[in-house]
């Protein structure tokens, strides 16, 4: 089935550094949403955007919903141990359903 | 205020069974939506249901079957089950009448293998 193309897949940073990751897309999406999945979890809504250009922030998360609608980042600030886990973007489109990306896996050393 | 629950937690079968898996929708929520997870991949869309009837359904063969029931819970049926059935079978509840359809709250998924 068709997937996001996310990157990077895999991310090693330290305590306290900033992480970016994006997602893009050969169509056109009505709505991102950012996922993070622990091992053995379901996903856990993040952020979600619903018009583009917009920019929105979750605490230290800030996501965008680009210009284009095809894309969307999202940032991670001053990083610590528990922002461990698995990352996906999702774009929804008019007929309901969500396409995911890949996923990016991110390892934070304390 | 209750998520996504789903059951079972885990389940295994053997090639031929089939299965059921229960769902039942965040508080509030109209609407299920099922996905397929393999390992290392992202969750694949299978079908979605609303006001009882599939309104959605994914690249998926008609071994895999829904309900959904009038208090919006909802099971996924597959039938004569293949080795590469084995996955982690997520439940998504969302609000379509409150027009955020897309807005999907995720359940703890159910791990079926298949031996």
């Known amino acids: 089935g068709q997937q996001l193309n996310q990157s990077p897949q895999s991310m090693f940073i330290q305590e306290g550094e900033d992480v970016s990751m994006n997602c893009t897309s050969s169509?056109?999406?009505?709505?991102w949403l950012w996922y993070k999945q622990d091992p053995g979890e379901g996903p856990v809504l993040l952020i979600a955007?619903?018009?583009?250009?917009e920019l929105t922030s979750n605490g230290r998360l800030t996501a965008q919903f680009g210009i284009t609608r095809k894309d969307s980042f999202l940032n991670i600030s001053a990083s610590i141990p528990s922002d461990v886990g698995i990352y996906f973007c999702?774009?929804?489109?008019?007929?309901?359903?969500?396409?995911f990306g890949k996923g990016t896996l991110l390892t934070v050393n304390p | 205020d209750a998520g996504v629950t789903q059951s079972p937690t885990h389940l295994i079968k053997t090639r031929g069974q089939q299965v059921t898996l229960r769902c039942s929708p965040k508080?509030?929520?109209?609407?299920v939506s099922w996905y397929q997870q393999a390992l290392g991949q992202g969750p694949q869309f299978i079908f979605q249901?609303?006001?009882?009837?599939?309104?959605q359904r994914g690249n998926f063969p008609d071994r895999f079957s829904g309900h959904q029931f009038p208090n919006y819970s909802s099971e996924l049926n597959v039938n004569a089950l293949l080795l590469g059935d084995s996955a982690l079978y997520l439940c998504?509840?969302?609000?379509?009448?409150?027009?955020?359809?897309?807005?999907?709250?995720f359940g703890p998924g159910t791990r079926l293998t298949v031996l």
């Open positions: 999702a774009g929804g489109g008019s007929n309901y359903k969500l396409t």
């Open positions: 955007l619903y018009k583009a250009g």
């Open positions: 169509s056109i999406f009505n709505t």
């Open positions: 249901y609303y006001e009882e009837e599939e309104r």
């Open positions: 508080s509030g929520h109209d609407t």
């Open positions: 998504a509840s969302s609000f379509i009448a409150g027009g955020i359809a897309d807005t999907q709250y």
